[in-house]
């Protein structure tokens, strides 16, 4: 989905437990270019000392490199010259500084690299290694800041789909649910009452997810349980509903009205183009994976006996599920997914299937 999926944060770790494995990662990368570097010049040195000299050398850069990152001052600068300024310090550190910790563990005196002879190779095999280390380790944070700027530029986008979505869902059902109560008033007081205290539970349920990022399941099941108690009392015995939220999972978390338009396009899509009656099935269950829940109805079906994937389906192509899925992708990336399927005799099934660590 990203360019990248590493955070910034895992790129230059503030953690001991990422401290040590960004380390890992530094001795085999110096590890490789002890290697190099003794095939390339095989008689400056053995390849154990050469191993030594550019472990030291390779992990005092990468030391400095994670101390100045931590410099609040040092992070105001534009990223171009942060990195600059970086390699800047942290190369000519790691080159001096790492000898005196190579003379320490090889057991020899202590003395100023170049004092007596200057060899330009391992200078200049230093600067192109370390060069080569910070601009892909740049590459990779511009990289990781990009993909999180369209993360959140597709959630903001997501955001104002609902907002739109909710504009026209909830003007639209109440003009015709006070339509339907106009002509009950007269005819049946009670069950105008019954539908008056259904809407306002409706839309008390709409009004706090329309301030919210996240609602529990029971809360998107009891705004699901007025909506159908309405459209039960429209459609009269041409539909039944069912709502079945295990105690467990009551607690878990989804974004606001997700279920909302999967349940609208069962009864639109299956229902009421249906000669005679039909239900409505809205199933929460726990997997190993996380948790699946099922918009099931008994309405006209699928068009075409293909394939999930290939099928002809005109209701799968419709906004709401579509907004469906950008709102599971946006707030789950690829984890989550939204698939339609086929019910014997007839029906659908519309699935949603949200990751475990993303549900709690």
């Not at 829940?293 to 599920?321: C, F, M, Q, W």
């Given at each position: 989905m990203y360019l990248s999926s590493t955070p910034i944060k895992e790129l230059w770790p503030n953690t001991l437990k990422g401290a040590l494995r960004a380390t890992s990662v530094a001795i085999v990368f110096w590890a490789l270019a002890a290697t190099l570097l003794y095939l390339l010049s095989p008689g400056l040195d053995t390849w154990p000392r050469l191993l030594v000299f550019s472990e030291c050398v390779g992990l005092t850069m990468v030391a400095s490199v994670l101390i100045l990152r931590r410099v609040r001052a040092f992070s105001q600068f534009r990223p171009a010259r942060r990195w600059i300024l970086t390699g800047a310090v942290s190369i000519p550190a790691g080159y001096f500084v790492g000898?005196?910790?190579?003379?320490?563990?090889?057991?020899?005196?202590?003395?100023?690299?170049?004092?007596?002879?200057?060899?330009?190779?391992?200078?200049?095999?230093?600067?192109?290694?370390?060069?080569?280390?910070?601009?892909?380790?740049?590459?990779?944070?511009?990289?990781?800041?990009?993909a999180t700027a369209r993360s959140e530029?597709?959630?903001?986008?997501?955001?104002?789909?609902?907002?739109?979505?909710?504009?026209?869902?909830?003007?639209?059902?109440?003009?015709?649910?006070l339509a339907n109560l106009?002509?009950?008033?007269?005819?049946?007081?009670?069950?105008?009452?019954?539908?008056?205290?259904?809407?306002?539970?409706?839309?008390?349920?709409?009004?706090?997810?329309?301030?919210?990022?996240?609602?529990?399941?029971s809360r998107e099941f009891s705004q699901l349980r007025a909506y159908l108690e309405i459209m039960a009392l429209r459609m009269g015995p041409r539909l039944s509903f069912q709502l079945d939220l295990p105690a467990p999972l009551e607690s878990a978390t989804i974004p606001p009205m997700l279920l909302q338009p999967l349940v609208e396009n069962a009864i639109k899509h299956g229902l009421e183009p249906k000669i005679g009656s039909g239900t409505v099935e809205v199933v929460?269950?726990?997997?190993?994976?996380?948790?699946?829940?099922?918009?099931?109805?008994?309405?006209?079906?699928?068009?075409?006996?293909?394939?999930?994937?290939?099928?002809?389906?005109?209701?799968?192509?419709?906004?709401?599920?579509?907004?469906?899925?950008d709102r599971l992708r946006a707030a789950y990336g690829t984890e989550a997914k939204l698939s339609l399927e086929r019910r014997q005799p007839f029906g659908v099934s519309a699935v949603v299937a949200i990751p475990h660590r993303a549900s709690v």
């Open positions: 000898h005196q910790f190579a003379f320490l563990a090889l057991g020899e005196s202590q003395r100023l690299v170049g004092h007596l002879s200057v060899s330009f190779v391992p200078i200049i095999f230093t600067l192109l290694v370390g060069g080569l280390g910070l601009h892909s380790f740049a590459t990779r944070e511009k990289l990781t800041q990009e530029a597709q959630r903001l986008a997501v955001e104002s789909e609902l907002r739109l979505l909710r504009t026209q869902l909830e003007p639209h059902m109440l003009f015709n649910t106009r002509s009950l008033v007269r005819e049946d007081p009670d069950l105008a009452e019954s539908m008056i205290d259904q809407l306002i539970i409706y839309l008390r349920s709409a009004l706090v997810a329309s301030q919210t990022d996240l609602v529990t399941l929460a269950r726990a997997t190993t994976e996380g948790i699946e829940i099922r918009v099931n109805d008994s309405g006209l079906g699928l068009t075409v006996a293909s394939s999930e994937e290939h099928a002809d389906r005109p209701i799968s192509k419709s906004y709401g599920l579509q907004h469906v899925r």
